[in-house]
């Protein structure tokens, strides 16, 4: 592990676990060589700046809200979908914003999001075994021989895809629908009438009146306009397939530094952090904002040696540890690593993923997650971090911007039955709109003290 002799492909040399088998090696030669010509993504400014965000994040003076789809796919490829997906984060930050008076940074798993770890490399269907669905930038989800054989030529429909809907973001950011005076129109039909949606507009017309306050008193223009009419959008997604990662890395000009223009913020998932893996070593060379995967098995002698590999400076800002620890464990996990780590000072942005160790699958046999088990890990995390004195920074969902029925529970009281109707998700189970409206709701009273 030697820390001297970096360079974007060093990673070769560790072992990679997670990566597909690829039957056509001289197919994968030529993407490579294709994505490492084609234009990057993101910029190292852009890049730097979240990650001075994050540093306001791990201090308390800024809090993350991450979140998107568990993995993108090639057919849901729409204008709309994307429109509706930057909806949904927009409404949960304007509650964040508004409960917790603080920044909220935005950051979407989206724009490259679509490679997935999975717990076994074959899954088995009415006694038929095949190659398990990896991400459409590797395979196709469809249960057929054909359709499970990895693709390297996906990786580069994956950019072009990445590349069209961060334009898109862009786009809207930055030229007027994510203005806030806009804030009605994320509130979408199928919601309005909730008692989530119905409270997203109260807070919409109590904010929309404070803006016509202040255009009267004339502060809406000069200065003050970008902050009104534009919203720093971030994208981000888990760096697994390292042909990809590392074909789409740039010395930056300016500096002389190498950033994974894929994505702003990359993170590594709970299955491929190991301290002498390829992934911990592809990402501790670039710049971008990294975060870890954490699970109920990570010790805090493991923490350190992240520290030490992935931000040997203590840059703040660098390092985000989001922890997926499940409702039960959660309270038995979180406490000793807080403690342990307290006096070594080193700067952790902490995160909570209250999804991904609350998945299980219903009697149907469904995979679903229960709203009840999500907002009680959600709890703990904040109650743990009061406490043990440490910042609660953030918090990482997966969801979508549809009427999705794929997590149980929330104010549409969805139940067991429901979840075939429209249960879209290739992978795992979403929070539809009402039900992350619910939970921006929730985190916004637990840090203003009224739960
Ligand atoms: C994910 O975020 O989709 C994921 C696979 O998470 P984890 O690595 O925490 O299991
Ligand atoms: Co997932």
Not at 193 to 214: K, V
Not at 352 to 374: F, L, Q, V, W
Request: proline share 5%; aromatic share 8%.
């Amino acid at each position: 592990m030697s820390n001297s002799s970096w360079h974007p492909q060093s990673w070769r040399q560790f072992k990679a676990l997670q990566q597909p088998e690829w039957p056509d090696l001289r197919a994968l030669e030529e993407v490579y060589a294709h994505l490492s010509r084609y234009p990057p993504l993101v910029f190292a400014g852009e890049v730097r700046d979240l990650k001075a965000h994050l540093g306001e994040v791990a201090r308390g003076d800024a809090f993350l809200l991450q979140g998107g789809d568990c993995v993108e796919s090639f057919s849901d490829f729409t204008a709309n979908a994307i429109r509706d997906k930057l909806k949904v984060l927009l409404q949960m930050a304007v509650i964040l914003t508004h409960g917790l008076s603080k920044p909220v940074i935005k950051v979407g798993r989206i724009a490259g999001q679509f490679a997935k770890p999975r717990s076994s490399p074959m899954e088995v269907q009415d006694g038929v075994s095949l190659p398990s669905f990896r991400g459409e930038s590797v395979n196709d989800p469809f249960f057929s021989e054909d359709a499970r054989i990895p693709d390297p030529r996906r990786l580069e429909r994956a950019y072009f895809q990445s590349a069209s809907t961060i334009n898109l973001l862009r786009a809207f950011t930055n030229g007027g629908f994510a203005d806030l005076r806009q804030l009605h129109h994320w509130n979408q039909d199928f919601v309005a009438q909730s008692p989530q949606g119905q409270r997203y507009a109260l807070l919409a017309d109590q904010l929309g009146e404070t803006l016509r306050f202040m255009k009267a008193i004339g502060i809406d223009g000069g200065q003050h306009g970008s902050v009104l009419h534009e919203v720093e959008y971030f994208t981000s997604h888990e760096a697994l397939i390292l042909e990809y990662e590392s074909a789409l890395t740039r010395c930056d000009s300016l500096t002389g530094d190498f950033y994974d223009c894929s994505a702003h913020m990359l993170w590594i998932g709970e299955r491929t952090r190991q301290l002498d893996g390829a992934h911990v070593e592809f990402l501790r060379g670039v710049k971008n904002p990294i975060g870890v995967k954490i699970g109920p098995t990570v010790t805090v002698a493991g923490i350190l040696g992240l520290c030490d590999r992935l931000n040997p400076d203590n840059e703040p800002g660098r390092l985000t540890l989001i922890g997926r620890f499940g409702h039960q464990r959660i309270g038995q996990a979180l406490p000793p690593l807080l403690r342990g780590l307290a006096p070594e000072g080193r700067s952790i942005a902490w995160i909570c993923d209250p999804m991904h160790g609350n998945t299980y699958e219903a009697p149907s046999r469904i995979k679903t997650r229960s709203m009840d088990h999500i907002l009680s890990e959600l709890k703990s995390f904040f109650s743990i971090h009061q406490a043990e004195g440490t910042v609660p920074g953030g918090v990482h969902f997966e969801l979508t911007g549809d009427n999705v029925t794929e997590c149980l529970g929330g104010s549409h009281e969805i139940r067991e039955e429901h979840l075939t109707e429209r249960y879209e998700t290739t992978c795992d189970p979403r929070l539809n709109v009402a039900q992350s409206l619910d939970v921006a709701f929730l985190v916004a009273e637990i840090l203003r003290g009224s739960v």
